[in-house]
């Protein structure tokens, strides 16, 4: 059973482009969750969805950020004119029931 | 809101030695779950030991123990044996069972170097 995939592993935007991440989590699973990691930081929570809903976004900025999760393909989390500040690593993590949450590998955005 | 502490930012040991990581944690829930994470300098988390709040003997995965204590709010991780492959970021994070969303709270971590 493969893991939680991400790509890309790295990704580098320059300011005002798009960023989009994709996670495709372990077969069977139907929650996913993203977390942001800024540097030297802990993972802070974005948002949950599950199959073609969105759960809980309490973690998302308000703006130029947005999550799916259709119900065939990935989970994509969309930022939209990025800055700086986002620079940082995003982690998806899978679920197939309530606890147990199994991350991807994360990918690292650089915006320049 | 929950939180979690974590008072070490970094901490050393000597291989073969045994270690021990700190994490409070503050909720006001009864039910809840409690986590040690290890993030290795790949950046992937892993998860090292889980504690359910409901069950008082503390949970142990070989080398990994944890001291919970609830009426503390306290949830420590000792390593025993330590070995090279130990040394990274450990991340302590508080799950509440209640409620839509199982979303983690993560402290700010310990980074945990074993010398040779």
């Known amino acids: 059973n493969a893991g939680v995939m991400q790509n890309p592993r790295h990704l580098v935007r320059r300011r005002g482009q798009e960023a989009r991440l994709r996670c495709s989590p372990m077969k069977g699973h139907s929650h996913v969750y993203w977390y942001r990691q800024l540097p030297e930081e802990g993972l802070k929570f974005m948002v949950y969805?599950?199959?073609?809903?969105?759960?809980?976004e309490s973690g998302m900025p308000k703006e130029r950020f947005s999550a799916e999760f259709p119900k065939e393909g990935p989970s994509i989390l969309r930022i939209q004119q990025v800055v700086r500040g986002d620079s940082a690593a995003y982690f998806c993590?899978?679920?197939?029931?309530?606890?147990?949450?199994?991350f991807g590998p994360g990918t690292r955005l650089t915006v320049t | 809101a929950q939180t979690v502490t974590q008072s070490q930012p970094e901490m050393s040991v000597q291989e073969a030695e045994t270690v021990t990581l700190s994490c409070t944690y503050d909720t006001s829930e009864n039910n809840y779950y409690l986590f040690w994470y290890k993030q290795p300098p790949s950046r992937q988390m892993i998860l090292v030991i889980r504690q359910e709040a409901y069950k008082q003997q503390n949970a142990t995965e070989n080398r990994f123990s944890v001291n919970f204590q609830k009426a503390a709010k306290s949830f420590s991780l000792k390593i025993s044996d330590s070995q090279l492959g130990d040394t990274a970021m450990y991340f302590c994070a508080f799950m509440k069972t209640s409620g839509a969303t199982n979303k983690l709270i993560f402290g700010t971590g310990t980074l945990l170097a074993v010398q040779p």
């Open positions: 969805l599950q199959k073609e809903n969105i759960i809980d």
């Open positions: 993590a899978s679920s197939p029931q309530a606890y147990e949450q199994y």
